[in-house]
């Protein structure tokens, strides 16, 4: 799967059978906070979100920012990985929420 970082729209995507998934995110204060990942229907249930997360909170730690997650499926992916020293961002609503 290749994943592309589109820095100055603050965007991570990637297309497989010719859908694309993406991941938004903000950097403020020194932290990436993943902030939505769409994966479409048509591709969900391939680890595709979680790579993108992955390569998000990969980029951020080799650029010294803090991992951060508001969007929910990020949140359980920091719970998942404690390695990467991952926040649940200020914004987090809850369960199955994502913010833009």
């Given at each position: 799967?290749?994943?592309?970082?589109?820095p100055e729209k603050k965007v991570f995507q990637t297309t497989v059978d010719?859908?694309?998934?993406?991941?938004?995110?903000h950097v403020t204060d020194g932290a990436l906070d993943v902030r939505h990942t769409i994966v479409p229907d048509e591709i969900?249930?391939?680890?595709?979100a979680s790579a993108l997360v992955k390569a998000a909170y990969d980029y951020a730690?080799?650029?010294?920012?803090?991992?951060?997650?508001?969007?929910?499926?990020?949140?359980?992916?920091?719970?998942?990985?404690p390695e990467y020293n991952g926040k649940t961002g200020k914004d987090?609503?809850?369960?199955?929420?994502?913010?833009l």
């Open positions: 799967m290749n994943i592309e970082h589109y010719g859908e694309t998934a993406r991941l938004m995110y969900s249930g391939r680890g595709i730690l080799v650029n010294g920012l803090v991992p951060v997650a508001t969007c929910s499926y990020a949140v359980v992916w920091l719970e998942r990985h987090y609503a809850g369960e199955g929420t994502c913010a």
